[in-house]
């Protein structure tokens, strides 16, 4: 069983990092958990979810028949 993570941020779920101006980024949100970013290392889904002060949520992959 493989595991991925997410991160939200309320009801809505981290999509993407732009930079904007000035050295400044913008975090664009989705409220579809299709459309959301899958993060396959804790580590990373910890720095975005530190960053917007949202959580990490952990999704377990299993097999199916």
Do not use: H, P, W
């Amino acid at each position: 069983m493989k595991s991925v993570y997410v991160v939200k941020l309320g009801n809505l779920y981290f999509k993407e990092k732009e930079g904007a101006l000035f050295g400044k980024y913008r975090y664009k949100m989705t409220d579809s958990l299709n459309d959301a970013s899958i993060c396959k290392g804790f580590e990373r889904a910890k720095n975005i979810a530190e960053g917007i002060g949202g959580k990490v949520y952990k999704i377990n992959l299993e097999e199916v028949d």
